[in-house]
């Protein structure tokens, strides 16, 4: 059974830092492509970030590339997303998915597997 579990959100302020994990079991993650989405109330879910299954490139949307950095260990089957100098638009529920294959990719559809999301509120 393919499971993706987030892990790491809470309360921050404004600055901080935090490291959000994605644990997966019941596929090999060696073969999968994960993204990291976020929703904030009231908004569409958004991509945030992708590690290619391959070889490992990276892609990042606009508003958090040069403070978030995604990183994978297949060893552990685990990604990492580590989110610096956070901000209050940066408040919203996490969501890490799986595609299968090489392919980077920021879009929902593009994704087969999701876990449940991990919050993340930034606020003074």
């Known amino acids: 059974q393919v499971q993706l579990v987030e892990s790491g959100g809470g309360l921050v302020q404004p600055g901080s830092s935090l490291r959000l994990s994605c644990a997966a079991s019941g596929f090999t993650l060696t073969y999968y492509t994960i993204g990291w989405f976020r929703q904030a109330p009231g908004k569409e879910r958004e991509g945030v970030s992708c590690v290619s299954a391959s070889d490992g490139r990276t892609y990042y949307a606009d508003s958090v590339k040069g403070r978030f950095t995604i990183s994978r260990d297949n060893a552990k089957s685990t990604v990492y997303l580590q989110m610096n100098s956070l901000k209050p638009e940066d408040t919203a529920v996490y969501y890490c998915?799986?595609?299968?294959?090489?392919?980077?990719?920021?879009?929902?559809?593009?994704?087969?597997?999701w876990g449940q999301g991990t919050q993340v509120t930034v606020s003074s």
């Open positions: 998915a799986a595609r299968r294959g090489p392919g980077l990719s920021l879009r929902r559809t593009s994704y087969d597997y």
